[in-house]
């Protein structure tokens, strides 16, 4: 990436996560050129869109039926919707620390401040913008990730009137947190116990964890998810995946999902063109950012126990997490919110973008295939530098902003 003074950065944070393939990925930029001059929108079906429908259910294990839309935010309110219409029941469950868009149902206790977020085993459903309709808020509840105990007595106690239960299958919002062994698995096993539709919230973890997302990797399948950011290289375009129990509700006409630009051929040519890059390349392009990427996570952690620095690293080699800590894993938002310094961690952020590595102020970082030994090797010596830059700073935290 080159900024307007011309300063060139090494890139983990690829917009919010849908480069996997890089910036202008030449696979895509081309594929996009071609349909440009076919047609922009039909307001029906074409070529593409079959193309794209039939590998999302080759690739993905739930995906009997797709639909496709321009955001995640969006597609998570039509699972929503089709698990209320299939249940007759009203209630989400929801976790802390876990995006799922920005509507008024959704943006609940994503990041609630500690003073407002209530007891840890039933936390309080906060909303995290001014202006979200009450009712939408209350009837999402929230619970702390990764904690069966939790978990059941809430489907003991809430179960029946529970639509569905929504959450990120490895928590990408909040630092990087696997889910604890048996624990998806004991969500799927509670909501089929109690016909609570389960969905899985890939719009991160699509792709970029693989070609069947993390119901492929975990071995655990969802009744709905819901993919974005990485199938299409950076175009607006996301996609509701689910059984065909569900999913005939819509076909039928009984749910109602629309949306204008829908399936537009930019869009489709895209998605096409990147599933398909990533498909057909033989699993070299997932090796490639593997190794790399485990690489980066070595090399930090190498850097930062050489000098004494508690920086933790977790995560999966395609999408990662750093912060400044003295735990030795991070489980759930409040032990994050609670034991990390995220004001340290925004110095560092600024500091690495001093030395030409750009990364989200959150933590966070993401591979793409584009990324080389080179580029590791760079980023690595910007690492230690900016870690060195922090300690020495003397200014107290906070001033920084
Ligand atoms: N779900 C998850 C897990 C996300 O990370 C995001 C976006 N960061 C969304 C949903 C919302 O997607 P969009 O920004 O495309 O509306």
Redesign the pocket.
């Given at each position: 990436m080159t900024d307007v003074d011309g300063n060139i950065y090494v890139d983990y944070l690829l917009g919010?996560?849908p480069l996997l393939l890089g910036h202008s990925s030449p696979t895509v930029v081309e594929a996009v050129k071609r349909v440009l001059e076919q047609g922009q929108l039909f307001g029906g079906q074409h070529e593409l869109e079959i193309s794209v429908a039939k590998r999302m259910c080759d690739l993905i294990p739930c995906a009997e039926l797709v639909r496709f839309g321009s955001?995640?935010?969006?597609m998570?309110q039509i699972a929503l919707r089709l698990a209320r219409a299939f249940t007759g029941r009203n209630l989400v469950l929801k976790f802390e620390g876990?995006?799922?868009?920005?509507f008024d149902n959704t943006l609940v206790s994503v990041h609630p401040p500690l003073g407002q977020a209530g007891e840890r085993t039933s936390p309080n459903s906060v909303p995290g913008s001014k202006g979200q309709d009450p009712a939408a808020v209350a009837d999402t509840r929230v619970l702390p990730w990764n904690d069966e105990k939790v978990l059941r007595e809430f489907f003991t106690e809430h179960g029946d009137r529970l639509a569905a239960l929504i959450m990120?299958p490895v928590m990408?919002?909040t630092h990087a947190v696997l889910p604890r062994p048996g624990y998806l698995e004991e969500a799927r096993r509670l909501c089929d116990e109690h016909g609570t539709v389960l969905i899985f919230?890939e719009?991160?973890t699509g792709f970029r964890l693989g070609l069947s997302g993390a119901q492929g990797r975990f071995h655990v399948v969802p009744d709905l998810a819901?993919f974005?950011?990485a199938m299409a290289s950076g175009f607006?375009i996301?996609c509701l995946a689910g059984r065909q129990r569900l999913m005939d509700l819509i076909a039928g006409g009984e749910v109602v999902h629309a949306g204008t630009f829908n399936s537009n051929l930019t869009v489709m040519a895209a998605a096409d063109a990147t599933t398909r890059a990533l498909a057909e390349d033989g699993a070299q392009s997932y090796e490639g950012m593997t190794r790399r990427g485990e690489q980066l996570m070595e090399g930090i952690r190498e850097i930062a126990s050489r000098h004494g620095l508690p920086l933790l690293v977790e995560g999966l080699p395609t999408a990662f997490a750093t912060a400044y800590t003295d735990r030795p894993e991070i489980r759930d938002y409040r032990e994050f919110a609670e034991h990390c310094d995220q004001t340290k961690y925004k110095r560092l952020a600024l500091a690495l973008l001093e030395r030409g590595v750009h990364v989200a102020l959150r933590g966070i970082w993401y591979l793409s295939t584009a990324h080389t030994e080179d580029d590791i090797e760079k980023t690595l010596e910007a690492v230690e530098g900016a870690l060195l830059a922090v300690e020495s700073d003397r200014e107290p935290a906070g001033e920084r902003g």
């Open positions: 919010q996560g955001s995640g935010s969006e998570v876990h995006y799922h868009g920005w990120e990408l919002n919230d719009v991160i819901v974005g950011k607006p996301a």
